[in-house]
């Protein structure tokens, strides 16, 4: 089994900062790209920024500036920090692995989401 955890959400006003967490647990070899993807109501879920196994990070221009992603390897754990956040950052956010299993097998994971709501 793979499981993603995430934690740091809740509530926050306008122009304050937020940082996110989704550590990676289970049977697994490798951690390929992570991700943080998010999805307001009524909204489809898109991404909001990536980071490569090298750790070259990308982000959706909504977010450029404001909020970076890292990683940790050896805590298999990969962060959001949120800065200057706007009430249209209000979503629920979803960590993305791609995860190489002990069965050889490679594929995408998702965590079970975390609330972010930023008050005007």
């Known amino acids: 089994q793979v499981q993603l955890v995430e934690s740091g959400g809740g509530l926050v006003q306008a122009g304050g900062s937020l940082r996110l967490s989704c550590e990676v647990s289970?049977?697994?070899?490798?951690?390929?790209?992570m991700g943080w993807y998010r999805q307001a109501p009524g909204k489809q879920r898109e991404l909001v920024a990536a980071?490569?196994?090298?750790?070259?990070?990308n982000y959706v221009d909504p977010v450029k500036g404001r909020f970076t992603i890292s990683r940790a390897d050896a805590k298999n754990t990969v962060y959001l920090q949120m800065n200057s956040l706007k009430p249209e950052d209000t979503a629920v956010y979803y960590c993305?692995?791609?995860?190489?299993?002990?069965?050889?097998?490679?594929?995408?994971?998702w965590g079970q989401g975390i609330q972010v709501t930023v008050s005007s």
């Open positions: 980071i490569t196994s090298g750790g070259t990070p």
């Open positions: 289970g049977r697994i070899l490798s951690i390929n790209a």
């Open positions: 993305n692995a791609n995860i190489l299993t002990v069965w050889g097998a490679t594929r995408d994971y």
